[in-house]
């Protein structure tokens, strides 16, 4: 029965056009409720738990820009490191200069934004491989740039100056509130773009470009956009990383594996919704943490799950979890509702891949 | 006259890379598959090249023989199971099933070889060895014998190609893959023997590298996998000369950048290739403006 | 339609191409309505019918191209629809794509080289089809994208031609060119059949299919409408059921009667 048919025939009746089935008031709170208990966190836990946590909210920040990136901009960007490495160096330069690390944090991050365009210049024009790969050479070659200023470390790094005042059990309360703020911001802020106009050009930039375009989407500008808020998002995650290890040494930062992580937290969390990160980034830390001691293992393993979910579960975890109850958390797409009975959804999101 | 020098470096050392490109143009060329794990390969064929020698204690250049033939088989292999599941499925899912192979591979050496770096010894004085011109271009024999090969390697590529049966099927394939199966051919086969070559030249590429320089596990992609697609760039898709011209460029920037300062190399080489990227995306030589 | 239910055909024995209930889908469109169809050996069994009537997804389904939903492809009297179209090029159903679909970056002869890669044994080579189409020899080392659309179609017909098949698939043999052009193309259709060869054909061109034709079949919104020897329909009943005008006489399943 076609939605043509249905429509006309009941003509008589009415029908909306709603954001969710139930009222998302109810998870808004609960996704209130969840964040004051996290901020709760470092007074009731351990502060080897808060580290371990900080790590899980820096991937999750970054999985959930590079499922930004490739899921809704159909960006294949194998050189995001290089924002993770700029967000580091732009926190250690705002130190090296006197300004407070924390304090640092947003700056770094629009400076990132700024850095994002002319990178973007670079490499828009180019197809999704080629793209890929292309991103992944622009970045060593930030990298290759960095390493030659010796005065913020050279080749061997140095360490993050204006840290070394902080009561230990504080700093390491404050770097776990920074991580967390820059996650919810993160995810905030991916939740809002995805409601907004401009995840509507997305969406239909996903489903097709063509009809996009001549339906007067502003298809380069939405990609560029999308391009600087996930320099934006890695850059914030980057300085936190910096904050959390006391120290900015060029390899750690800039190396591909952050991709590659956020990559596959993302393909088996499930690519193309907002929870789907998440879900992955809880597999992820379930992984390090046990494989901990067998250092390359959890990277060997995590990459066998990733080539495995890629092909046979396209959907992720979460897609998996999605088709059975049908929920969301993170609602971004639409319903129609019809004036009788159960609303049927109009799948304006098809999932990508 | 050092910069002289550094030119004829840099001219011999764009063999090597159009060992590396090659594999990683047709690929693309072929399938449309960005192999991101290209360099792993070459990594990995050297890695297996070292394991056999201490095994079995044949001759380095023995290992050739053993090694790009198994490596072709292997890419057949994976191209018609792992990588056609990817492409029947999508451009993302392709991409992210080679980024997982790269990872896999190279942790897999880290694991199993440690980090630190291992050379191939051949115990042939003529690898070390180095003839001069005058008193400030000094070349070494190897990298004159890496060089010969790859043109070797690249005009037996060109011959395949244009002459023989599968040569010509993979061109057809590559320019309309169902016009090619409504003619009879299995797509997915021809797929196979692409890979199978492109396999075979990197581990070439691989073992080549490893008796001039050092192996590391991640040198695939620090290094191999980015000077690869570098090259393949500037010289121009779909071209196998042009991967050549790739390679010779690269490697000339390199050392030139070499020579204004010695860590200066890589960057000089990146910064000739965002440029080419700019001016003439197509590359040099280009058959097929790239899209 | 007068005469015997299906004109006599059946008297030269099996139909050796056959589409019994092919449903095709686009997707969610459906672009073929449980099509039934034979073609007897010797025939040129030609398909007409407007723009998006399901011609062209009809002979792509029979190739091997697309998969039906529902119905079955049967050649020779075996079920070729779990067949991958190499394999039914393997076994003798060739066909000639929609716009030419050359080797590009191939010369003539090497276009020509690959049609005989996997040719069946028959009186077709590479060296007949030289003799036939006289101007492709002194150009065989041309690349295929330097010809004329007319000189790329005969290059096409070759190329699926060395493959020595027994069913010939023509897709819109005429698309793009002058009529001068696909009237030569097609007045090679005789010899073509001379040597054994059945011809199914796609046609946007209606007085060209009925010149040509032993059978016509015509599509509407993937619906058969018309279905005779062109000597047995008349203009009028042809253009009801191109057009789906009331009176057209539809030979498939009842339906879109009155609908325009």
Known sequence: MSLATDTTARQAGTFRVTRSRRNVAWTGAGALIVVVVLALFPY??????????????????????????????????????????????????????????????????????????PLWWLVSRLRSGYFAIATWVLATTVLLIIEKFSSIGGGTGMPLPGLSGYNPALLTAYTYWAALAVTVAALAAIYLLLRSRLGLVLTAIRDDEVAARSSGARVGLARMLVFVVAGIGCGAAGGVLAISQLQVQPTAVFTVVWTAEMAFVTIIGGLGTIEGPIVGTVVYMVLQQTLASYNAWYLIIFGLVAIFVALFARRGLWGLVDSRINVRLFPVGYWLRLDTDRPRRLRLRAPRG | MAWVNAIIQGVLIGGLYALFACGLSLMFGVMKVVNLAHGDLAVLAGYIAIGIIAVVHVPVLLSFVVVVPVMAALGYVVQRTMIQSALDRSVLTTLMVMLGLSVVIENGLLQFFTANTRGIGTGLSLITASFSIGSQIQIAYLLVVIFATAVVVLLGLQFFLSRSKYGRLIRAVADDREAAQLAGADYRHVFGIAAAIAFGTVALGGIAYGMYSQLNPTAGTDTILLFAFAAVVIGGLGSLWGTLLGGVVLGVAQQIGAQISISDEALAGFIVFLAVLVVRPQGLISRRAQS | MTGPADGGRSESGAPLLEARDLTVHHGQLRALDAISLRVFPGEVYAIIGANGAGKSTLLRTIAGLHHPSTGSVWFDGTDVTRLRPERRAGQGIVMVPEGRRLFESLSVEENLQVGAAYARQGPWTIERVYETFGWLRERRKQLAAQLSGGEQQTVALGRALVANPRVLLLDELSLGLAPVVVQRIYGMLPEILATGLTVLLVEQDVSQALRVASHIHCLLEGQTTLEGRPAEVTADQVEAAYFGLAGAAPAGPPGREGEP
């Open chain 1, 44 to 117: 009731i836990v351990y502060s080897g738990t808060t580290a371990i946590l900080v790590q899980a909210f820096i991937v999750l920040t970054m999985s959930s820009m590079w499922n930004l990136l490739a899921g809704y901009a159909g960006l294949v960007s194998v050189g995001q490191q290089a924002f993770v490495g700029l967000g580091a160096y732009f926190v250690l330069i705002l130190a090296i200069h006197g300004t407070s690390p924390f304090a640092a944090l947003p700056v770094a991050a629009i400076g990132c934004g700024v850095a994002a365009l």
